[in-house]
């Protein structure tokens, strides 16, 4: 099989460019070259696209298959859409949730209405860049493109730093704030299974948007802390907290404590999602505990999370340490 990846220096473009690799598959990457390693026999092309002729390097490729994982201006995903019409006849998008329009319910499946987003738009928020990526897939690929709406993505590799941030802060030890209840239900997707998932219905030229993270519950944030406990080694101790009493004190959910979002939260339909298509078409995920001890043992080798590549940095997740002293101190005993 021959696999046009465009990017793959990032956390999920990288989990399927080592996927497509393990599989002995002929892999190209096209990127700008600034950013990252790609494995041995990996042909590399050259190229920006958002500059003019910038994706002169692919005029008379073909592959079987073109995986997506661009979040900037939808008119990137057009134009390489069309300069890969003929060269290719399955295109996978990789997109999110985030295109869900709110207001947005507990249960959302694929029918649900998206943000209104153009596919020739120039660089906007994340949920109309992804929303107009859709459309561009669409647009030049019609029931040839695959849109992957992904959900949280955790394990090795993450760029963004939720667990990594969690694994860090266990590891040093001492009372740790754990948001409860920890039989609170968590949804999440290893980039490793999202990467085996889109490569396997991609190559067969499924079509259509697709839910793709684990079943509400795959793990709870009790399942994930533990795993991250035992992953560490650590003496931490898991000091576990009301919800009421945290949202009282300010704290934001899903940033201030990664992964985390209450019950009645806005936001709350993030992790209690409709995934029974992806399912049905053949998602499997792994245990919370490989992905936990999977990520502690790559963050141990490269010591701190990666720079996102080609995008602008996001703000820091994770309560500072002074914080969290302070509103552990604050609680009853």
């Not at 990996?42 to 079987?64: F, I, K, N, S």
């Not at 409860?180 to 490793?192: F, K, N, S, T």
């Not at 709350?268 to 992806?278: K, S």
């Not at 505990?289 to 996001?314: H, I, N, Q, S």
Request: glycine share 14%.
């Amino acid at each position: 099989m021959r696999l046009l990846m465009l990017g793959g220096t990032g956390f999920v473009g990288g989990a399927v460019l080592n996927e497509a690799v393990r599989r002995g598959w002929s892999v190209t990457v096209f990127n700008r070259g600034l950013h990252g390693t790609t494995p041995g026999g990996v042909h590399r092309l050259r190229g920006d696209r958002t500059a003019p002729d910038g994706l002169a390097a692919l005029a008379g490729g073909e592959w079987d298959l073109v995986v997506d994982t661009w979040d900037g201006a939808p008119r990137a995903v057009r134009d390489a859409a069309r300069a890969l019409a003929g060269a290719a006849p399955h295109y996978v998008y990789v997109s999110s949730g985030s295109v869900y329009a709110p207001p947005v319910g507990l249960g959302t499946d694929e029918d649900a209405p998206v943000f209104p987003a153009e596919a020739d738009a120039g660089d906007g928020d994340y949920p109309h860049n992804k929303a107009g990526g859709e459309r561009a897939a669409v647009e030049v690929f019609g029931d040839r493109a695959l849109l992957v709406r992904a959900g949280l993505i955790l394990g090795p590799g993450e760029d963004i730093g939720r667990l990594p941030w969690w694994l860090h802060r266990i590891a040093r030890g001492g009372e740790v704030l754990a948001p409860g209840p920890r039989d609170l239900p968590v949804q999440y997707v290893d980039a490793r299974d999202l990467a085996i998932w889109l490569l396997d219905r991609g190559i067969e030229g499924v079509g259509g948007a697709y839910n793709v993270v684990s079943r509400t519950g795959h793990t709870t944030m009790g399942e994930l802390l533990d795993a991250a406990v035992a992953a560490t080694g650590a003496t931490a101790t898991l000091r576990w907290t009301d919800p009421g009493a945290l949202l009282a004190a300010g704290v934001e959910p899903w940033n201030d404590l990664p992964v985390w979002i209450p019950r009645g939260h806005e936001y709350r339909w993030l992790q209690e999602r409709d995934v029974e298509r992806a399912h049905a078409a053949g998602l499997t995920c792994r245990p919370v505990a490989e992905t936990v001890a999977d990520t502690w043992r790559w963050l141990r080798e490269v010591e701190r999370v990666p720079a996102r590549a080609g995008r602008p940095a996001r703000a820091p997740v994770g309560l500072a340490p002074e914080r969290e002293a302070a509103l552990l101190a604050a609680l009853p005993a």
